[in-house]
C-alpha cells in the first residue's frame, strides 16, 4: 500500500510558532450543540470506512476505492474532490463543526497537514476498510490494525509538539468515532460470499465482533476513553443492493437488512459488556440504521424526490471509478437521498448528523 509522506512543519521550540499553533486551535467553528461549561472536547479521532473518509486513500494506488475526481465533491467548498465520497461534507466533518472545533476533518495522510491539526483531531478512516481483515484486504484499504498504527504515529507527533501531559488531557477527553461493518455484511459477505461458504451469518457476525472489541481495547490502552461506535445502516436499501438483490422492481433487500439488523444488536451488547470491563470508559453504540431508514421509506416527508437510486449517472450501480467525470449527475442533489449507488448526499448526513450528536452527546459526559 502506497502511503504519502507527511509533511508536517516543525516547531523546534519556537515560542512564536508555538503561539500559531495555539491560535489555530482557538480559531473554532461555532458549534450548533452547547457543551455544559465544565466540558472540554478538545479533539475529535476518526476511524472507519468511505463514511467517514476525507482523503486518505488519496495517494493509495493500489485501492479502486477513492474519489479525488469530479463529480466527487461538486458542492464541497471551491468544488474541490477531496476524497470525501459524496458531493460535499461527509459525518466526520459535520461533527467537529456542531461540535465548534472546526470546520472540516483533515485526513491524516493529507500531505498539506498541518502540526496545528493534530491537537484538533485527525481522520485515520479508509475507504473499503472493515472489522474483517479480508474486507481491507480486497479493497487494498488501510486495515484496523493500520489505523491504529497510523493514531500511534499521531500521538509521537502531539507529543513532539505539546509534551506528554498536555496530550494525555487531549487523548483522554476527546471525542473517538467509530465507523466499521458496512463492507463486511454488504460485499465481503453478501456480494462476493467469499465469507457465506466459510461461516454461517450468527458466527460471521461473532468474529466482527471480537475483531471490533480488540480494536476498541487498543483505542482504550492509548488513552480514549470518549467512543461512539456507529451500527450498520438500512444497507439492503442503498441503490447498489437495490439493483444487485432487490428483484426486478429493486425493493430493498430486506436479508440484507435483516443481517444488518443482527449484527447492530450484538454490537451494542458488545459494547454493555465493553464499559463494563472498563468502567471509566464511555463507548455509546450510535443508531444509524432507524433515522436512515426513515428517511429512505418516507422521503417525500423530508423534501425528497428520489430515495432508490443514486445522483450520479444512472444511479443503480455508479459509486467510485464508475462515478466519473465522463457520466451525468442528477440537476439538483438536494432533492436525492443518495450521490451515488452507496454513499447519502451531504443534506442527507446534515439531516442525520445534528439529531445524533444532540442525542447521543449527554451519555459521553
Not at 9 to 34: A, E, H, P, S
Not at 120 to 134: E, I, K, M, Q
Not at 247 to 276: H, M, P, T, V, Y
Request: hydrophobic fraction near 40%; charged fraction near 20%.
Amino acid at each position: 500500500m502506497v502511503v504519502s509522506t507527511m509533511k508536517l512543519w516543525l516547531c523546534g521550540g519556537c515560542l512564536f510558532l508555538r503561539c500559531i499553533i495555539l491560535l489555530g486551535v482557538l480559531c473554532k467553528t461555532k458549534g450548533l450543540v452547547k457543551l455544559p461549561p465544565n466540558v472540554t472536547v478538545p479533539a475529535v479521532f476518526v476511524f472507519g470506512d468511505s463514511i467517514v473518509d476525507t482523503g486518505n486513500n488519496n495517494d493509495n494506488k493500489l485501492t479502486p476505492a477513492k474519489c479525488n475526481y469530479p463529480p466527487y465533491g461538486k458542492d464541497f467548498k471551491g468544488s474541490i474532490p477531496t476524497g470525501r465520497f459524496s458531493n460535499g461534507k461527509v459525518p466526520s466533518d459535520l461533527i467537529v463543526e456542531d461540535l465548534g472545533i472546526k470546520e472540516y476533518l483533515p485526513a491524516y495522510l493529507d500531505p498539506n497537514l498541518q502540526s496545528s491539526d493534530l491537537l484538533t483531531g485527525v481522520n485515520f478512516a479508509s475507504g473499503g476498510a472493515g472489522y474483517d481483515p479480508l474486507t481491507s484486504l480486497s479493497a487494498a484499504a488501510i486495515s484496523l490494525s493500520g489505523q491504529v498504527d497510523l493514531f500511534k504515529e499521531c500521538i509521537g507527533k502531539l507529543k513532539g509538539e505539546v509534551g506528554e501531559e498536555r496530550s494525555n488531557f487531549i487523548l483522554n477527553n476527546s471525542f473517538y468515532i467509530v465507523v466499521f461493518g458496512s463492507n463486511d455484511i454488504s460485499n465481503t459477505y453478501f456480494l462476493t460470499r467469499v465469507r457465506q461458504l466459510q461461516y454461517d451469518l450468527p458466527t460471521y457476525t461473532d468474529i466482527l465482533l471480537k475483531s471490533a472489541s480488540n480494536f476498541l481495547k487498543e483505542l482504550y490502552q492509548l488513552g480514549a476513553r470518549r467512543i461512539a461506535v456507529f451500527g450498520i445502516p438500512p444497507l439492503g436499501c442503498i441503490p447498489f443492493q437495490r439493483t444487485a438483490a432487490g428483484g426486478i422492481e429493486r425493493n430493498c433487500a430486506e436479508q440484507i437488512n435483516d443481517a444488518a439488523k443482527f449484527f447492530n444488536a450484538k454490537l451494542s451488547n458488545k459494547l454493555d459488556s465493553f464499559n463494563q470491563q472498563f468502567p471509566d470508559a464511555r463507548t455509546v453504540y450510535i443508531d444509524v440504521y432507524t433515522p436512515l431508514l426513515d428517511i429512505i421509506l418516507n422521503y417525500q416527508k423530508y423534501g425528497y424526490k428520489v430515495a432508490n437510486k443514486g445522483c450520479c449517472g444512472t444511479g443503480i450501480i455508479e459509486v467510485v471509478e464508475l462515478c466519473n467525470r465522463f457520466v451525468p449527475t442528477c440537476p439538483n442533489d438536494l432533492e436525492y437521498v443518495f450521490w451515488d449507488s452507496f454513499h447519502p448526499t451531504e443534506v442527507v448526513y446534515k439531516s442525520l448528523i445534528s439529531p445524533i450528536v444532540s442525542k447521543y452527546l449527554p451519555k459521553f459526559l
